[in-house]
């Protein structure tokens, strides 16, 4: 052999020798972390989200290619600090891709880490999640919704004005009872600002208590502690009464509009809200005959302090005016007198109740008149309280 050929063979056996030697040292520095064999690992949870609530949370992982694993195990520390565990069973076929799990927890801030575990018992890379979990002290913080006003309906009950609703608030539920006697619950939209309760009970309290949303993915809504209102009250205040849905029950007689002319003389002229209109007795055919009535149902029971009357306006018709009041319209009881003057200028008479009284029907009765037998009248306003 030349002395080149021998050159390059030592020179490539000395290489060998070298990589060899790399190799065997490589080993040893693994060796300490395979002496056990290669380590498994159970698939890992991903994305793991927790859903809080009201001393409760839910808490959803995903999990990939998890047809092995046959336990999730939860755990968290307490407030003092010790670590608490919760395991269930999880089953492939049924939930594929995911799970889903729920449990009770006292309110405070937690830390929670979630492991697999497959059937050859490895245990999977740990994952976190972090969440609040709300309960009774959130809620001694939370504040029901401003009233601005709170003020008698017109047509009866009370009428509420809120103020505007806080971004997180999702409702205020509200209790109260009602003139028939049951209680009744509903639910204030946020987006509502206005509140009318036309059947409710004035001579009792309500409830109301409005619902937060803690944080948007919360599983619970929070209501704050309820506010109890005296709606009594409000039966104190006098303001003119609405006559928008009351009627006429009963009248002696009418003329018709066709013969007064200007859609005047129907008798339920006298609750439409205008002095210009009219109701008049009959006259055409000659047959009514004093005394002449109208009968009023305002609906509802209200506690009655005045009564202003006015006559057709530019006539003297209309001289005396017995008036009674019921809360059946079968049993009467009489509230006073009016008396006009054959001035055609005088238009309005006015009775004062004291005390009030609390009717739902009012009876005009027509018993004299200045230009008999016909009578006319423009207009009824009632003012009292609830």
Request: proline share 4%.
């Amino acid at each position: 052999m030349s002395k080149k050929y021998l050159s390059i063979t030592l020179s490539l056996l000395t290489v060998l020798a070298t990589i060899i030697s790399g190799c065997t040292k490589m080993e040893e520095i693994h060796e300490e972390y395979i002496a056990d064999g290669e380590t498994v690992y159970s698939v890992k949870v991903d994305n793991p989200i927790v859903y809080p609530g009201n001393e409760r949370v839910q808490l959803k992982g995903y999990l990939k290619n998890a047809l092995q694993v046959k336990t999730i195990t939860i755990s968290w520390a307490n407030e003092d600090n010790t670590i608490t565990s919760k395991s269930f069973d999880y089953d492939y076929h049924q939930s594929p891709d995911s799970f889903l799990v729920g449990f009770q927890l006292s309110e405070g801030q937690y830390l929670f880490t979630i492991t697999s575990e497959n059937v050859t018992g490895n245990k999977s890379i740990p994952a976190d999640a972090f969440s609040k979990v709300y309960g009774p002290k959130y809620i001694s913080y939370l504040g029901n919704r401003e009233i601005s006003s709170m003020v008698p309906n017109i047509t009866g009950g009370v009428k509420f004005t809120f103020a505007s609703a806080a971004l997180n608030h999702t409702g205020t539920k509200i209790e109260y009872k009602t003139i028939d006697g049951p209680p009744k619950n509903i639910m204030l939209p946020p987006s509502q600002n206005e509140l009318i309760l036309e059947d409710v009970d004035l001579f009792s309290t309500l409830s109301f208590s409005s619902g937060y949303l803690p944080e948007e993915m919360s599983i619970d809504t929070l209501y704050a502690n309820a506010r109890i209102i005296d709606l009594k009250p409000l039966t104190e205040i006098s303001f003119e009464f609405d006559k928008s849905s009351w009627e006429i029950v009963d009248f002696s007689s009418e003329e018709q509009a066709a013969n007064e002319g200007g859609g005047n003389g129907p008798a339920a002229n006298i609750i439409d809200g205008r002095n210009s209109s009219y109701w008049q007795s009959e006259w055409s055919a000659q047959t009514a005959q004093l005394p002449h009535h109208i009968t009023i149902d305002m609906k509802r029971e209200f506690n009655v302090m005045n009564i202003d009357l006015y006559r057709r306006s530019g006539t003297n018709h209309t001289k005396t005016v017995s008036i009674e009041g019921s809360s059946d319209g079968s049993t009467w009881e009489d509230l006073g007198i009016l008396s006009y003057s054959d001035n055609a200028g005088e238009s309005k008479q006015e009775l004062e109740i004291t005390d009030g009284k609390r009717i739902r029907f009012i009876k005009l009765n027509v018993t004299e008149s200045n230009v008999p037998p016909y009578v006319s009248l423009a207009e009824i306003v009632v003012v009292g309280k609830l």
